[in-house]
Each structure stands twice: as C-alpha cells, then as structure tokens.
C-alpha cells in the first residue's frame, strides 16, 4: 500500500541552526500539507500546500518556517532558525484532493537542545 | 475557532467489549471529520473520513456516525482486540478550509 515516508525519524540539532524535514508524498496526490505535535499537546496545523504554492498556513507558520516541493517527489519544511519551542513531532500528510483521506507519515521528532 | 473535544480522554476495557469513543466539535459548518489511530511514538493511522453529508462510515469492526447539527462524531468499535490498544484522534475540517483541528484523543487500552 503507499505511504507517506519522512526523514530523519529522529532529528538533533542546536538552537539557532537551520533544519530541514524531508517527505515523499505519495505518488499520484496534489495536497501537502505539515502538521506538528508538541509531547502531551494536540496535533496542530502548520501548512498546505497544493499547485507549488501555500494555500493555507495557521498562525505558528511564521517567517521562520518555508515550504518547497524541489522536484516531483519530494516535499520539505525548513526552519531557518530554530528555537527550543520548535521541538515535537513533525507529520507531512497528503492527500488525492482536498476533498478526501489525508495520509499521514510516521513523524520526524525535532529535538532542539 | 473550531474547538474539537474527546471524551474520555482515556479508557480501559476488556478484550470483546464493545465500546464508543466520543468526538464534540464547536462549529457544525464542517467539511469532514476523519478518525485516526496513532501507536505511540508513531504517526497518525488514517482510520474513516465521513463526509458532511453523510451520516456513518463503516469499515470492519468500526463505524464512526455524524450528528453535524449537533456536533458530534462517534467511533464504535465492536469486538475489541489488544491490538486496538492506541490513542484514537477525531479531526475536523472547517467548512472551506483545507486543514484538520485535532482533538486531544482518546487513550484506549484494551486488556486480554
């Protein structure tokens, strides 16, 4: 069955360094989309992203956050400069339309020390 | 801002009951509302999308129904196994908006 595949699985890195989280969406879907879930806290809404620009983005998506899909299969989040608080679980999902199952990977946990 | 609630926020049975998880949500202008199973420190496990115009979903031993006036979705799941043992997350999609509000989930443990 295709699936969603993030990488890393697990990601270390100090405050103030860039990150970026790596996703392949499956093959034949047109909406993207990142979600991020702080330990003990509700899944959040980062982003969508469907015909290579941002369709929606929630209130954590500021300027130090960025979307690309570099090439056909890919699809990454970028965090420029990153904070303590931005540390939990990374999810990228996709979907056929936007109408239909978001499908969700198994998470990139973004450890900031 | 569309608030979503699930109670209880954890529950324990024992193998074959049958059992009804509960999912509330604040604005019944919705688009769908869609059941996941995370495992933990896995992701999310797409269970049942029910479209704002449709009443239930059924796959297997699951049903998830939706009351939109009332705002309200449940997942009922019959014959519990061990292997349901997870978190159940209830997410809903506002009416014109392509992203989910997540609940906070529904532990369940299911003991043999």
């Known amino acids: 069955e295709p699936e969603v595949t993030q990488t890393p699985s697990h990601q270390v890195t100090q405050m103030g360094q860039e990150v970026i989280l790596r996703c392949v969406p499956i093959s034949n879907h047109l909406y993207f989309y990142w979600y991020r879930q702080i330990l003990g806290q509700k899944v959040e809404f980062l982003v969508s992203?469907?015909?290579?620009?941002?369709?929606?983005k929630s209130e954590i998506f500021d300027d130090q956050f960025s979307v690309e899909r570099p090439d056909g299969s890919n699809f990454t989040l970028k965090i420029r400069s990153t904070k303590l608080e931005d540390s939990a679980m990374y999810f990228c999902?996709?979907?056929?339309?936007?109408?239909?199952?978001?499908?969700f990977g198994a998470g990139t946990r973004l450890s900031v020390l | 801002k569309q608030e979503v609630t699930q109670i209880p926020a954890a529950l324990s049975v024992p193998e074959g009951e049958n059992l009804v998880l509960n999912c509330s949500f604040t604005d019944s202008a919705i688009y769908n509302l869609q059941w996941f199973r995370q495992d933990p420190g896995k992701g999310l496990t797409s269970l049942l999308l029910?479209?704002?115009?449709?009443r239930e979903q059924t796959s297997g031993r699951l049903n998830a129904s939706l009351d939109k006036s009332s705002g309200r979705s449940t997942l009922y799941i019959a014959a519990s196994q061990p292997g349901d043992s997870a978190t159940y997350l209830c997410a809903v999609r506002p009416g014109n908006f392509n992203k989910f509000y997540f609940g906070s989930g529904t532990k369940l443990n299911v003991k043999p």
């Open positions: 029910i479209q704002s115009s449709q």
């Open positions: 999902a996709s979907s056929e339309d936007r109408r239909l199952i978001q499908y």
């Open positions: 992203f469907y015909n290579n620009e941002i369709s929606e």
